[in-house]
């Protein structure tokens, strides 16, 4: 089936601005693109523009835990420690598999109606969360969250994210696998070294908390990556890196950083120096971290919040383009987590796309030239009229054609009752 996005603006984080074009999307994929005053192409489904919505890529979510949306305004307030060992840790060893499944949903539903098709998650019984995934049709990055705990535990769970690699890598072509080892303070070197030794055998990347808060910078030798062997594994995906130093002499060709920077404001960890990395060409994605320390999971706030955030540290107004911020929430995160052709509006990438509405007050003036500008500073995840996967519509003005709204929430709701009683 075929769709016609008929007189639209496209934009994405490779152009300087946007264009009015009719966008066809055929077999999962954008077929054609065209100018608008030329004769639209034939299709069955067709969504009348009127040169007042937009098309932008899906966001990808490059750093999450979905079912953490269960445990949102638990222990707020608290600094990073204090908040995991005594307020998340003790309510998570109650998640059971079934929770964290519809958990997951309840996560998915928010993300798809703020314009996210892709999210990468690190949390545990993730066979449930890949069903979650499949059953939907969005897109996923799922790593198995490995720490220590009893004799044994880093060992099975490694087992298990491999598995879940086996299992779902590649998977319609929706899933992709990491290995998740937490962090250092919850994953000992030697086990990270076996972590690193893994992801190269089974040629996976590692997805990992890195160098979130001061005191882990502190206690931290400064080659940990290189002594933990980290740096030969496929493909890196450091969340945070607030005190990663850019000066660092480090190749990071397979490196992404994702920058969380609500979650690092929340907690109050620290801002992340994303100029220096965007200087040095690093891959920057953006992410929400869990809805337990952000609260939301709107990567619109993501966007907004880094590129107010960094020109007010920086006391420069001309740092950190709206349009680097829209690349950084879009195709950087999918190009880190193996998804590809995807991120950008291009004849023959998927259709993984977002339909904005524009005819609202606050995109008075708003022309082609300003589009970006308009969508990071003035707009919200409020104007998303649809979230489109693979050609195929998960959320469309309010609804979810792929799932049951209101049996998620309520047994979110059940979830949530039988986890903090
Ligand atoms: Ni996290």
Redesign the pocket.
Known sequence: MATLFKDVFILDGSRLHAERVHLLVSKGRIAEIKDYRETPPSADKIISGRGKMAVIPGFVNA???AAMVLLRGLGEEAPLMDWLQNKIWPVEDKLTPDYIYWGTLSAILEMLSTGTTCFAD?YFEMERVAEAVLNTGMRAALSRGINQGEPGKIERSLENNINLAKKYHGREGLITVQLGPHAPYTVPLDSMKMISQAAKDNDLGIHF?YL?TEGEKNSLPENYLEQAGLLGVPHLTL??SVYLDPDIKINFDNITLVH?PN?NLKLGSGIMPLNSWLDRDVSVALGT??AS?NNKLDMWDEMRVTALLHKGVNKDPVIIPAIDVLRMATYEGAKAFGFSQKGMINEGWAADLVLVDLDKPHYIGVNNENLGVYLVYAGSSADVAGTMVNGKWLYLRGNYPTLDHDEIISKALEAREAITK
């Open positions: 750093h999450t835990h690190m908390h979130e969340a945070h969380c979650s971290d869990g320390s």
